[in-house]
């Protein structure tokens, strides 16, 4: 089987729901098509930007079913399968392998604060056990463990994975990473607080794995270019300054609920979030729809921006505080 390879913009979906709660593949399909259209390589389902402890296990197996069969070949589809444990993990890599996923997302499995040594290991046993392309994502801050580059590039020597996605605010991992040319895509959240698009991209990186690009996939699409010669860093300046509000924006609390918020105040079909997370109301939406019209993104979409009334704000679930320095990465950005 030739070997995957991955670049560009990787987009973190949410997951659209109805009225009634349950989940929508209709909107499924319409945002998909949003995303191809635009330029997405990749999208995952069932990162955090898509709920995916708000979801029952047979909603999850629901939704490999049908998004699978949703697929064009335009682009990959990846799932988040992380579980509590080794084999809870791997039940749900085989599950998206026998529907029709083209990889799997992988975490450390969260709450437990397994050592490093125990998620090496894990990371291993996983891919040992599958054909499936394998991810990596890296954010210590979701699952109370923390992998460095030494081991990282061990378990890279694996067949099985393709991409890796760092999130730790650690330029310096990022770069012996890429310094060591492993046979896998290097990206990197898209979280402007943590620092890593610029050197990512200007060490050789292979793109972004990224939730924004819900709202402006195009852009995101353009952002996350690998840079070849000299005019790719000029454009990819020009690119990053100018979506500087809307990445701010889109962690400026817990993911997903600033993309979901704005995906739904847009007329996008997103429906509601989950409980106990809320929707953004008054000034904090509001900062998200005036970087959507800064950014001419309303015309180039066809939004429909809502003018609101905003008598007060509603703090966000922990605020721009959500990304604290040195806490080794946003809780916004956990992919798998």
């Known amino acids: 089987m030739p070997r ?40 995952l389902f069932m990162g955090s930007t898509g709920e995916p402890t708000m979801l029952s296990p047979e909603e999850r197996r629901q939704l490999v079913v049908e998004t ?4 064009t070949g335009r682009m990959r589809f990846f799932y988040g399968c992380t579980g509590g444990s080794t084999e809870a993990t791997l039940a749900n890599v085989r599950f998206a392998r ?22 090496e290991r894990f990371f291993l046993e996983v891919a040992d056990a599958t054909d499936l392309p394998l991810g990596i994502y890296n954010n210590p801050p979701r ?38 040319r492993p046979d896998v895509a290097v990206m990197c959240c898209d979280s402007p607080n943590l620092g890593l698009i610029v050197p990512t991209l ?22 996350s270019t690998p840079w070849r010669r000299g005019e790719d860093a000029a454009a990819f300046r020009e690119t990053y300054l100018r979506l500087l509000p809307l990445l701010h924006f889109t ?8 993309v979901k918020s704005l995906m739904k105040a847009l007329g996008l079909p997103a429906g509601d979030l989950r409980r106990p997370l809320r929707a953004l109301e008054g000034p904090a939406l509001a900062a998200g729809l005036a970087a959507v019209q800064a950014l001419g993104l309303d015309r180039a ?29 946003a809780p916004g950005c956990v992919l798998g």
């Open 251 to 258: 962690y400026s609390a817990t993911n997903p609920v600033p």
């Open 4 to 43: 995957m390879t991955l670049e560009g913009s990787f987009v973190a979906l949410i997951t659209p729901f109805n009225a009634d709660g349950s989940v929508d593949f209709g909107a499924f399909r319409t945002l998909l098509r949003f995303q191809e259209d635009h330029g997405t390589t990749a999208v």
């Open 301 to 329: 979409y066809g939004y429909k921006v809502p003018a609101l009334d905003t008598p007060g704000p509603r703090a966000a679930p922990g605020g721009a505080g959500e990304e604290r320095a040195g806490s080794g990465g």
């Open 98 to 119: 026998a529907h029709g996923a083209d990889g799997a997302i992988l975490a450390a499995p969260p709450y437990i604060c397994a050592s490093e040594d125990e998620i």
């Open 202 to 223: 200007a060490l050789g990186g292979h793109g972004t794995a990224n939730m924004t690009g819900n709202v402006a996939p195009a852009e995101m699409a353009a952002l």
């Open 68 to 71: 699978a069969r949703m697929k």
């Open 143 to 180: 699952v109370g463990t923390d992998l460095d580059w030494e081991r990282l590039l061990r378990i890279f020597r694996h067949p099985s994975y393709v991409v890796h996605k760092e999130s730790t605010a650690r330029v310096a991992q990022v770069a012996q990473v890429l310094a060591a």
